[in-house]
């Protein structure tokens, strides 16, 4: 268990992936090597128009003043036992920031994916008030988004895992709430950053959501990272099947082509994915 409740997990070569406990140590042999093409401040992935399962993102930006090289990929698939895909991302860049986000709609609500689409809507007319410039209260956008989907009256729930980082900072931020989760990863280890919001022994039933009647901005927590790492935001679709096989997953995150990674990703969760299954890889080319 890591400092402050984390769970580190490293991966060996002979492991055969499962889960047995909290370490798994590891040799991966893993090298970097990435291209990047673009700036920063090109980027704005969206995929409200795209309610099912939206062709993966493929994005590099560069912090050009930090030469902190960045490239991510995302893909979402909806699950089998779902009539129709509530999960989406959110990915908004400008020359001083990048804000990535991770919406898990709650799927017995039929309104979630127009909750979520609510949430999406505030963040993209808001957030140059709270994140761009020395400004980084990535925990009062996502409590005023909160509010503000809320107070529209949607009728739908969702969860929300945020993550900003920031040129000329050293730090990354996270917010999550609700049980998509968040992960640091190197070419050695995988840690989980984030804490489900979920009754102990029923993982269906979340205590904090968005959407919540009754949320307070103390029921939202910020936590601080070294931004030298690679992270992983993901619903928890996704990350039920990549725990019961975490070596093949962690290999394949480190596939320099993006699109082997999303192909890849499909073919493992192809016909197991009851529960939609959504991810954004970001990774750091300075590691």
Known sequence: MAPGGRTFYRIRQNDPGHAHGKIY?????LTDGYIFLVS???????NSSKKSNFAF????????DENRNITFVHNSLQGSEREKNQDDVLILSDSDF?????????????GSWDFVQACKRFIKENHIQYVSGN?????????QMHVASFDAGENGKSTCSALLMKSGDNKAYVVSIGDSRIYSFTNSYMEVLTT?????????????????????????DLIQVNADQNFLICSDGFYSLMEKDLKTYFKIFH???????VNAISRLQKNKNKDDSTFIIIRNGRI
Not at 135 to 143: A, H, P
Not at 198 to 205: H, K
Request: glycine share 10%.
């Open 25 to 29: 140590r590891a040799n991966t042999g």
């Open 40 to 46: 920063f401040r090109d980027l704005d992935c969206d």
């Open 57 to 64: 993102g493929e994005k590099i930006i560069t912090m050009i």
């Open 98 to 110: 990048c804000l990535f986000v991770l919406f898990d709609g709650v799927s017995s609500l039929s």
């Open 135 to 143: 400004k980084v209260n990535l925990k009062e956008l996502i409590y």
């Open 196 to 220: 489900d919001d979920n009754l102990s022994g029923n993982s269906n039933f979340l205590t904090r959501y968005i959407g919540l009647e009754g949320l307070r901005p103390d029921d939202i």
């Open 255 to 261: 596939y320099k082509r993006k699109g082997s990674i």
